[in-house]
């Protein structure tokens, strides 16, 4: 059966997911989708996402996960709001018990690019091809595939540190 690994791409107001089996040398995409938190306010969107997070990663019963971290170009306003949701989607992660892996851009990049300055459309477009995909998936879930990928990529390299 494989290796369910479940990659995020946190975001204020969208969060990719994607879930990537791998067996062997060998993956494929078991399905992805976008979180879009709705609420009036800032708390009642990240309880939206909690719920939300909460309900898919039941539905796909992940081995382990893997999340994008957040890197330090943002904005003040915007870093925060990110990382208000990325310890929303750490806390859902942990309090299900899972293994949970951190990669930032730059190493996601490398994992599936080979560089870590890559453009988002080469992120995208090896996306595409690394799990033969018939069409092009939404940009937040492409970068939740990503992040999968990398931590299939890296993982037992990461594990042996």
Known sequence: MGVRVLGIDPGSRATGWALVIAEGNR???DRAGVVRPRGDHRHGRLADL???LATVVGEVAPDCAAVESSFSG???KTGLALAESR???????GGLDLDVSSYSPAEVKSAIVGHGRAEKQQINY?????LALENKPPSDA???MAVALTHIHLGAWKTTR
């Open 126 to 130: 090896m996306v595409v091809r690394l």
């Open 74 to 76: 943002l904005n003040p």
């Open 27 to 29: 993956y494929r995409l």
């Open 142 to 144: 492409a970068d939740a």
């Open 50 to 52: 909690q719920r939300r």
């Open 87 to 93: 310890g929303v989607i750490l806390a859902v992660l």
